[in-house]
């Protein structure tokens, strides 16, 4: 099984920047796809952005031109810089990895934007 770990979370006002890690462990072989998710209260958990190890990344259209995933292979660690950052990207961000077709979540990190 493999473990997920955000981190970079916070508070930020509106045009501000922040940038997430996600490091996985444990049982890492074979992940493929990883990704980041985000839920606020009353929404439904929503995709800002994946990462195929090969493939195009896609983003949600909210996000585009303002967010960038990337991942560091050697180091079974994911990205997800946010550059511009609005009120509305406030939510918990989750990190997501595939493997074998099966789906492991991370706790969350916190994103705060405030006007």
């Known amino acids: 099984q493999v473990q997920l770990v955000e981190s970079g979370g916070g508070l930020v006002q509106a045009g501000g920047s922040l940038r997430l890690s996600c490091a996985a462990s444990?049982?890492?072989?074979?992940?493929?796809?990883m990704g980041w998710y985000r839920q606020a209260p009353g929404n439904q958990r929503e995709l800002v952005a994946r990462?195929?190890?090969?493939?195009?990344?896609t983003y949600a259209d909210s996000v585009k031109g303002r967010f960038t995933i990337s991942r560091d292979n050697a180091k079974n660690t994911v990205y997800l810089q946010m550059n511009s950052l609005k009120p509305d990207d406030t939510a918990r961000y989750y990190c997501?990895?595939?493997?074998?077709?099966?789906?492991?979540w991370g706790r969350g990190t916190q994103v705060t934007v405030s006007s």
């Open positions: 997501r990895a595939d493997q074998w077709g099966n789906f492991y």
């Open positions: 444990g049982n890492t072989f074979s992940i493929n796809t």
């Open positions: 990462i195929p190890r090969g493939g195009r990344t």
